[in-house]
Nanobody, 124 residues
Framework: QAQLVESGGGLVQAGGSLRLSCAAS????????MGWFRQAPGKEREFVSA?????????YYADSVKGRFTISRDNAKNTVYLQMNSLKPEDTAVYYC????????????????WGQGTQVTVSS
């Protein structure tokens, strides 16, 4: 399993941007699908975005963030990023980074390792 540490959360006004980073300790980082999930108060954890190990160019997004968020990974630095633009108050949540070897990237159960989460708050 990988150890994951997120950073980059914070408070931003609607329309603003943030970039989240997730540093992984795993030597086999390039063999993991990396995902971002989020959980708002009183709601279930939901899929946000993923970048798989099996494709150098594929990226996946929830419909709610498509066109606004961009996921990328740097295998040399064992780091995955989530660039979040045009943020909305409904994006407010704790964002979690996750790593796993399975192909069902949209399922939280496909991930073996999770970070501690980073708070993103978008004010209106």
């Amino acid at each position: 399993q990988a150890q994951l540490v997120e950073s980059g959360g914070g408070l931003v006004q609607a329309g603003g941007s943030l970039r989240l980073s997730c540093a992984a300790s795993a030597r086999t980082f390039s063999s993991y699908t990396m995902g971002w999930f989020r959980q708002a108060p009183g709601k279930e954890r939901e899929f946000v975005s993923a970048i798989p190990w099996w494709s150098g160019s594929a990226t996946y997004y929830a419909d709610s963030v498509k066109g606004r968020f961009t996921i990328s990974r740097d295998n040399a630095k064992n780091t995955v990023y989530l660039q979040m633009n045009s943020l909305k108050p409904e994006d407010t949540a704790v964002y979690y980074c996750a790593a796993g070897p399975r192909r069902d990237y949209w399922l939280a159960t496909s991930y073996d390792s999770w970070g501690q989460g980073t708070q993103v708050t978008v004010s209106s």
